[in-house]
Nanobody
Framework: VQLVESGGGLVQAGGSLRLSCAAS????????MGWYRQAPGKQRELVAA????????NYADSVKGRFTISRDNAKNTMYLQMNSLKPEDTAVYYC????????????WGQGTLVTVSS
């Protein structure tokens, strides 16, 4: 599966952005997926996850109540709606499958940069 993230940009604190993840290949709809982010000097972290059918979601405490993950399997696309953005949300955001047995995916896309100014 190839993954292409888009929708990042520069936004003021308190603003909103919607990220998109376009997936190619036939396995997207059977994978639990997630949005990750990597801030400068920090490790990549999983901030939101969604089951293959979209019925369950989970969020990191740092984004809970502000971010919403969703997916449209018919379009092979996943989204991350980000509201009430904070400067600490500044990072490169990536979409990918969730870790399996604690092992993260090996292949990553280029990500999309989100910059939140104060």
């Amino acid at each position: 599966v190839q993954l292409v993230e888009s929708g990042g940009g520069l936004v003021q604190a308190g603003g909103s952005l919607r990220l998109s993840c376009a997936a190619s290949g036939s396995t997207f709809s059977i994978n639990d997926m997630g949005w990750y982010r990597q801030a400068p000097g920090k490790q990549r972290e999983l901030v939101a996850a969604i089951t293959s059918g979209g019925g369950r979601t989970n969020y990191a405490d740092s984004v809970k109540g502000r971010f919403t993950i969703s997916r449209d399997n018919a379009k092979n696309t996943m989204y991350l709606q980000m509201n009430s953005l904070k400067p600490e949300d500044t990072a490169v955001y990536y979409c990918n499958a969730v870790p399996i047995n604690g092992t993260p995916p090996r292949v990553w896309g280029q990500g999309t940069l989100v910059t939140v100014s104060s």
